[in-house]
């Protein structure tokens, strides 16, 4: 447990209290935290602090720089040699792009948890489930009976959609990066995602402390939205797919 991270969300008042450990997995671990309601619009909170980088796997890192062109020379060799400046670089990145997704998937009513701050190493956001009882994962989801089973296929169809006309692939959906809460699917892990671009090709460049997108735009920080309603819905006009009889057992 990395204290210094921990004590930016509670130097910033967004958390009062670290309740217990939701997650550990070989990349980050995920925190439930008792939120500030004044600065969050939440009573509970999730944490997701990524590990030390010479904890995180590293074989697949060309799958978190997809469809990205990393302007500087200096860093684009530091990333191709894996100097300790280029994992630096790296760690940075995998934690702008999920925040940047969240973001970018958030305000447009995704199945995603809302994000609510972040930090080079952390992302605060909206935690799904009880005090308890977190959400489980679809892969450990007793569903009732065909009727509920068709339900969720129908959601994570949609949700598919809504991400891919948004240009954004999940590059890691699984039936263990979705929860199933009072009959709602939310989409989680996006460590991996890949946008779809018709034209052009994404351009970051290093700030020295994190890694920011050329348009200047910030990649940590709180969106100043309140928690409110959310509605999860494909494009309009699209036909209702039901559940395939393979998965429906």
């Not at 210094?4 to 997650?23: C, M, R, S």
């Not at 702008?96 to 995603?112: C, F, G, Y």
């Not at 009072?182 to 779809?196: A, K, M, N, Q, V």
Request: hydrophobic share 30%.
């Amino acid at each position: 447990m990395r204290n210094e991270t921990f004590e930016h969300f509670f130097d910033e008042g967004l958390i009062e209290k670290v309740l217990l450990p939701l997650k550990q997995g070989k990349e980050a671990s995920v925190h439930l935290c008792r939120a500030n309601p004044r600065t969050t619009g939440e009573e509970l909170a999730a944490l997701k602090i990524y590990h030390p980088l010479d904890r995180r796997d590293f074989r697949d890192e060309g799958l978190y720089r997809d469809g990205e062109f990393i302007k500087e020379r200096r860093v684009r060799v530091a990333l191709e040699r894996k100097t300790a400046f280029g994992r630096q670089v790296q760690g940075s990145i995998w934690v702008s792009r999920e925040w940047e997704t969240l973001k970018k998937l958030w305000a447009v009513d995704a199945p995603v948890p809302r994000p609510i701050e972040g930090t080079d190493d952390a992302i605060l956001m909206t935690y799904i489930g009880d005090v308890g009882v977190p959400a489980p994962r679809l892969q450990e989801y007793e569903h009732e009976d065909r009727d509920e089973l068709e339900a969720i296929w129908d959601q994570l169809y949609r949700a598919i959609q809504h991400l891919l006309y948004r240009d954004v692939v999940h590059g890691d959906l699984s039936a263990y990066n979705v929860l199933v809460w009072d009959g709602e699917l939310t989409l989680i892990d996006f460590r991996r995602p890949s946008t779809r671009r018709r034209t052009g090709t994404r351009t970051r460049s290093w700030s020295g402390t994190s890694c920011a997108s050329a348009s200047g735009s910030s990649t940590v920080g709180s969106t100043g939205r309140g928690s409110g309603s959310r509605r999860t819905c494909g494009p309009a006009g699209r036909s209702r797919t039901s559940c395939p009889r393979s998965c429906a057992g």
